[in-house]
């Protein structure tokens, strides 16, 4: 069983459509987050959220909006997407008194 | 300040040592963290190494913290092929809020020639 996973692995789109990326974790953790990876391979944070509620926001544009569900999803919507919003997106979550944060598999987007 | 660094590039001998070095400026950080991203693939969480701790072993990998200095560095011994990858230097940094998020570093690429 996964620990950490995200779908899709891959997203090809148009510039100015709307996309979601899906996250879900079954480790029990109460914070997930949203990380993006750049084509340098430049890993910055984006968003936070401890136990559904939004903690960190990392001046993303606010076309970028996080959803959670539950507990166990964390999911990333994208609204009229540009060619600077390629990169891979990586899902986290983080549990326990080291507060280790552990990756989903990441979704590369690619904006045409 | 929120500032991770390291060199971009390592190349070495398969079976020898490899060692990564990384800087950091957040002194509060409680942890620190060894990542490895293979080509194409996620962040697999390599080891930690708790603040109050100078060095950590855990099999071929060695941690080693200085404090003082803010230096953090991974060894890795009898490098292998398969260790080819870009390895990441994270520190955890609160600000205000009690959600640590992770600082990470430019990454260090790693090349194991056979």
């Known amino acids: 069983d996964t620990a950490v996973s995200q779908t899709p692995k891959y997203l090809v789109t148009q510039m100015g459509n709307d996309k979601s990326i899906k996250c879900e974790q079954n480790?029990?953790?109460?914070?997930m987050y949203w990380y993006k990876q750049d084509s340098k391979k430049f890993l910055k944070i984006m968003f936070s959220y401890n136990n559904k509620e939004l903690i960190i926001n990392e001046t993303v544009p606010n076309r970028f909006s996080p959803k959670s569900p539950d507990k166990a999803h964390l999911n990333l919507h994208i609204n009229s997407l540009e060619l600077g919003d390629s990169a891979v997106y990586f899902c986290?979550?983080?549990?326990?008194?080291?507060?280790?944060?552990?990756f989903g598999p990441g979704t590369r987007l690619t904006v045409l | 300040g929120e500032d991770v660094e390291q060199s971009l590039f390592l190349s070495v001998r398969e079976g020898d040592s490899s060692v990564i070095n990384c800087t950091y400026t957040?002194?509060?950080?409680?942890?620190l963290y060894w990542y490895k991203q293979e080509p194409g693939a996620g962040l697999q969480l390599l080891t930690y190494i708790f603040s109050n701790m100078d060095m950590k072993q855990d099999q071929r990998l060695t941690v080693l913290l200085n404090k003082k200095d803010k230096h953090l560095s991974l060894r890795i011994a009898d490098t292998q092929t398969g260790d080819s990858a870009i390895y990441f230097c994270a520190e955890t940094f609160h600000g205000s809020s009690n959600t640590g998020k992770l600082i990470f570093g430019q990454g260090t690429t790693l090349q194991v020639k056979p």
């Open positions: 986290a979550t983080a549990g326990g008194l080291e507060d280790t944060q552990y």
């Open positions: 957040d002194s509060s950080s409680t942890y």
């Open positions: 480790l029990g953790h109460d914070t």
